[in-house]
């Protein structure tokens, strides 16, 4: 069965003893600094609404302490939230009763930590086996399942070994092991590769965005960092305070970033590898023996293309390949170095 | 002003009352319940009686090899295994053997005790931290009030004999199990706990795989404490009709036998160094992966 999407609505969370009581403050319009200097709760989401796609990666981005932890802790309801909703084929999470939401971790949700959060005193192998385990997986077929997400993420012959044992970048692959044995529609990974190197973190990304071309599940992806959010994400939401102040697709965000805050954070970015061709291309007539691009390249593609060619245009075509439009190495280069401004 | 150098007593027919009142009270209870209390324990007289009595018939040679196995499988340690063999040897050359298996029985059995009541009641106390807040301090009174005191509501309730003394080494051991377990399962890592969570554990499946397994270690450490406790009550227990190598040091001390209270007295230590060190090893064993590294 294909993964469904999961929607948030409405969400808040108030940290402290009375949270309940806020939330009309919050709706309100009180402030995260308001909240926390007058009444000493701490304002975790605020207003969140967001619906994350089936079958394709959501990234959710923002600063340390926006509140992405707290995000995605609330699809598995490891927090309890304060109001609002989050749902998952029609049910909404937060109103399981605490048995169906024992079954809904154990069948629906997998989660991957950034600190990787593996059980220190079992084996690899076990500690992949450790939800079928919880499910009551009889060990053969647990072990058989585990062993071919162990091959997958490249660990073949460490079953025996103890997490202590392993780099951080081969535990890490441990828990994604972990996570995919469950084989549960949602993939819930929390900076997941945020406390890696960086040549093993985008060794890990290429090994999720290959894994998710095969399971499409719906993975919910938490980060800090623009480039990987870019890389990883159909869509990406981005946090500050706890709320939402921007979402769509990495080129939405990059081309219109919608305040400073964003446009900050996009700055830096290398636009040639996130922007289409696609956004620059005019519908004019086809040009004779020309270069031809395929539509939803990115125009670092094209750029080489063009110059490998030593041509000045080229005609971008669809997947039948007919013609388009056109683009000029002039606007393309134009494209790639126009910093982002608000 | 006589109120400043003398202190404002009860009256001292009042005081002789009270405590009159108190004692009173205490024999009825111990009248009214003492027989149906010796019946609740006898279970466990005779099992102590059983295993003495196993214990002490056993060939001596056999009991060496039963020993030094348990020893192996604890340590893994050839020259622990050859220490606990010499040191068997000399005690028994040295006329010592019978009462030093009678001192083993006796620890033995109050280990068991300890754990088997010890390790629920630290899980229990981890559960909550009201729980924790009623148990500790009646785990403070049971370690520092002199064990006298205590010894003698038990004599007035089952008289002298061994499950009295057994009874009264639990209650000068057990603390450290309990809190160690407590602390133990408090320590775990949060960060594997949520995982747990996450992957739909239910709090007993927690209990098990996580906080358990994770908290071994220190319980262990709880476990050789309460060993060590246990041992320097043998000669307290033996006040009270437990035979072993305590009653041999209390008739040194009675009759000023040198040699006699120096022989017995080591012989405990010695008891108590290969006890110590094989659960030591044991424990150290148990940690070897339990270490959370990175990178
Ligand atoms: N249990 C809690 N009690 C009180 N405040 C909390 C609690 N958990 C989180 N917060 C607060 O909620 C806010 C959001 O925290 P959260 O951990 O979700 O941030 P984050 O975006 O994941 O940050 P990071 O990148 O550092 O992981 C922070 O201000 C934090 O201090
Ligand atoms: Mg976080």
Redesign the pocket.
Known sequence: MASQGIEVRNLYKI??PRGKDYVEAVRGGMS?TELNEKHGH???LNDINISMPAGQIQVVM??????????IRHINRL?EPTSGEVLYEDTDVCKMSDSELLEFRRNKTAMVF?KFALLPHRTVLKNTTYGLELQGVAEAEATERAKRWIDRVGLDGFEDHYPNQLSGGMQQRVGLARALTNDADILLM??AFSALDPLIRTDMQAVLLDIQQELQKTVVF?T?DLDEALRLGDRIAI?RD?AVIQQGTGQEIVLNPADEYISDFVKEVNRGRVIKVDTIMKPEKVIADAVTIPSGSMLEEAAKKLTNASAMSANVVDSSNAVIGTITIHDTIEAMVTPATH | MGILTEFPEMGRADLRDFKKGIDETFRLFTREYGESIENFFYPLLKFLGWFERLIVATPWPLMILILSGLVWAGSRSWGLVFGTIFTLLVVGYLGMWEDTMFTLALISVATMLCIIIGIPLGILMSKSDRTQSVITPILDIMQTIPSFVYLIPILMLLGIGKVPGLIAVCIYAIPPVVRLTNLGIRLVDKDVLEAADAFGASPRQKLWTVQMPLALPNIFAGVNQTIMMALAMVVVAALIGVHGLGQEVLKAVNNQYLALGMMNGLAIVAIAIVFDRVSQKFGKRLQKHSEVIHG
């Open positions: 940290f402290g995260k701490v304002l975790g923002g600063l340390s302490g926006s509140g992405k932890s707290t995000l927090i950034q929390d900076e938490i800090h946090l706890g």
